[in-house]
């Protein structure tokens, strides 16, 4: 799981939506969590703990029903930058849960 401090909205906004997000490291970590729980037999994978300055924390989670959306974004992401390794990872991945 991703965990993150941040000073504010903007800045947790601006590390997974703004211009110079860090895909690879979003994706990573999203596939790398489904994987974990979907090994653990646990129905939601654990993204990333956002913890603002000012004391409040937000937990970005996805329940299972939501994994191979996921998982198909992440497979996109890795296709469009040629990562073949990490896509055939992916489609394992994939092929596991829709059984």
């Known amino acids: 799981m991703l965990k993150l401090k941040c000073k504010d909205n903007e800045e947790f906004i601006n590390y997974f939506f703004g211009n110079n997000c860090d895909h690879e ?11 974990l729980a979907y090994h653990a037999k ?9 913890t603002f300055v000012y004391g409040d924390t937000i937990n970005l989670d996805a329940q ?7 998982l198909t974004c992440a497979l996109r992401y890795y296709e469009s930058n040629e990562q073949y390794e990490k896509c055939r990872k992916i ?7 829709s059984m």
Not at 25 to 35: G, H, L, T
């Open 42 to 50: 646990e129905d939601i994978a654990h993204f990333a703990e956002i």
């Open 64 to 70: 299972r029903d939501d994994w191979l959306e996921n």
């Open 25 to 35: 490291v979003i994706y990573k970590n999203m596939v790398n969590s489904i994987e």
């Open 91 to 97: 489609v394992k991945l994939i092929d596991k849960i």
